[in-house]
């Protein structure tokens, strides 16, 4: 069963191979959806500074009757942090809001602040001052793995030429029809685990034939379609929900995608629209 399964990070940690996204999920919410993910056997709970949910889901783990060291806890430095100094009080606070006395994992949210996601300053400085923070955080047991959000390759780069602590994870955009594969590869040669959130592309899979074809094929739906392609490119699947019934349904993904059939879903064209979330700078929008 997937919630039993785990990838292991380059330092050792365990880090469960299917994760619960809370991205849009309220603060007042998300502690009902975490404790429901946790009885269904999910041990592994994504959340962000930016998400604005930090305080509930610190609520879910600490009532959700699993013990602590069971349960894995990502959060993600907001992308607006490009100093050490606020990065420290940033680090800091989360644990503070979440009420927990350390984090599975936390990550840079992105290499650029939203609002110049697409503007050419690349903020090599501002992110090996916040690289700094989190190692910090690290050596002190305050997180007990690090990692890094939409880097690009140069993004990468400009970190593992600078880091005392490499990265652990690279938490990215990959699903049927866009999937990063040089990124991907690039990002797994070095040793770091690849993360995909959206596994589903933001519900918008839903509305493909070709894909709904193939998992019918499969008797299973497309968000675990979706959810096994990632699975079975060793990437580690974020797919997010409030609904009990659906996450019981993201993990039943006991099947396995032919290799034609892979090969068919990664070569797909590409999903240009994201419907609501197509103004989010990730699926291709400009906040201005």
Excluded at 55 to 72: I, L, Q, T, W
Excluded at 94 to 112: A, Q, R
Excluded at 162 to 191: F, R, W
């Amino acid at each position: 069963m997937i919630l039993e399964e785990k990838y292991t990070l380059w330092n050792g940690v365990e880090i469960p191979k299917l994760g619960l996204g809370t991205w849009f999920i309220s603060d007042t919410d998300v502690a009902q959806a975490v404790k429901d993910a946790a009885e269904i056997g999910y041990r592994h709970i994504d959340t962000a500074q930016a998400y604005e949910n930090e305080r509930g889901v610190g609520e879910g783990v600490r009532a959700c009757g699993v013990k602590r060291e069971d349960m894995f806890v990502t959060t993600k430095l907001a992308a607006e942090i490009k100093s050490y100094k606020e990065a420290v009080a940033s680090i800091d606070n989360s644990l503070k809001t979440l009420g927990l006395d350390y984090i599975d994992l936390m990550i840079i949210h992105s290499p650029k602040p939203w609002m110049k996601f697409h503007k050419d300053d690349p903020f090599f400085e501002g992110n090996r001052e916040a690289w700094r923070a989190l190692e910090e955080a690290y050596q002190a047991g305050k997180l007990r793995a690090i990692g890094l959000s939409n880097f690009e390759k140069a993004d990468l780069d400009n970190i593992l030429a600078s880091c005392t602590v490499k990265p652990m994870v690279n938490q990215i955009l990959a699903h049927i029809s866009n999937t990063p594969k040089e990124l991907i590869q690039y990002t797994q040669d070095k040793g770091i685990l690849v993360e995909a959130y959206s596994p589903v592309a933001h519900g918008e899979l839903m509305k493909n034939q070709d894909v709904i074809n193939i998992a019918e094929k499969y008797g299973v739906t497309v968000p675990q379609l979706g959810i096994r392609y990632v699975l079975q490119l060793d990437l580690l699947p974020l797919p997010k929900t409030a609904n009990p019934a659906h996450m019981k349904n993201n993990a039943d993904v006991d099947f396995v995608i032919s290799d034609d059939d892979m090969d068919f879903l990664n070569d797909m064209e590409q999903i240009e629209d994201y419907g609501d979330a197509s103004m989010f700078p990730v699926y291709g929008g400009k906040l201005e």
